[in-house]
């Protein structure tokens, strides 16, 4: 006869309200116990509700899908954009509401992942989300500027000058606003950079002066993402997103060597 098998121990729960406070921050203040199901489901829910943002901003933003094409047509002085076949413009429309609506709808969908990600985080990685996705909005939007001014104005101007002798300039309105749609989100994302630099220092993944010490790769990096993020195979292009690159790497190693003193200082004073 074989014995009888011992009854699994009940499940420990943890009052969040007693959490004892490590003085380095390694507790889990909003730890909180629940099952794989219930991981599966809330995430199910919070992604339902984002898609769902996503397309109420996509669809507010195609009832002045129009205005927002006019200020996308504003880098191209002087071109003009046909329709080559039925309905282009009309998925147009969408595409470029669709680029709106989650550019609007960003903030809440972040809102979204903190609220799943926070209760596993430790009170050290909590103080680093606020700062991240405070930079990180900044530096999104600033890439969508600098590629809006900078960016696109600069490859159009080269690519219209190397023809202008040969052809005229009449552009497709869904391969223009592809090109440029394409050069503002890759610009946006490539200016994430410095908040991931920061993110990897922060938690001692990485130092400043190793990260300086390979400023050589760095460069053959930049210039190898902005070959392949632009669009276009214009060298103006490349060589000003390749640039910013660099730039934006040698601020997050600034970055990275300001928390290493903060976190030095704050560490000799205790």
């Not at 992942?113 to 596993?120: I, R, S």
């Not at 070959?227 to 640039?243: C, I, N, Q």
Request: neutral net charge; glycine residues 6%.
């Amino acid at each position: 006869m074989s014995p009888t098998p011992l009854p699994p121990p009940a499940p420990i729960r943890i009052n969040t309200a007693e959490v004892s406070h490590d003085p380095q921050g390694h507790d889990f203040p909003g730890e909180v116990e629940m099952t794989l199901v219930d991981h599966l489901e809330e995430l199910r829910n919070r992604v339902l509700r984002s898609l769902l943002a996503v397309v109420i901003g996509a669809a507010g933003c195609l009832v002045f899908v129009k205005p927002l094409v006019k200020l996308l047509e504003m880098p191209a002085p002087g071109i003009r954009f046909l329709q080559l076949a039925p309905g282009e413009f009309l998925f147009v429309s969408i595409k470029v509401a669709g680029y709106a609506g989650l550019t609007i709808a960003l903030p809440y969908v972040l809102y979204e992942v903190l609220a799943f990600v926070l209760p596993g985080l430790t009170s050290r990685e909590r103080r680093l989300v606020a700062p991240a996705v405070a930079g990180s909005a900044l530096l999104f939007a600033a890439g969508l500027a600098f590629a809006w001014w900078a960016l696109v104005p600069a490859a159009l101007a080269f690519l219209v000058e190397y023809g202008a002798d040969v052809v005229e300039p009449s552009w497709s309105i869904e391969r223009y606003l592809d090109f440029v749609l394409l050069l503002m989100v890759a610009t946006a994302l490539a200016f994430q950079l410095p908040v991931l630099q920061l993110l990897l220092g922060a938690l001692g993944l990485i130092k400043a002066r190793a990260m300086l010490a390979a400023w050589r790769w760095v460069v053959v990096v930049a210039a190898i993402a902005g070959a392949v993020l632009t669009p276009s195979t214009d060298p103006v292009t490349m060589l000003l997103l390749s640039g910013a690159i660099t730039a934006l790497f040698l601020i997050g190693v600034g970055l990275v060597a300001m928390a290493e003193r903060f976190k030095s200082s704050a560490s000799t004073s205790s």
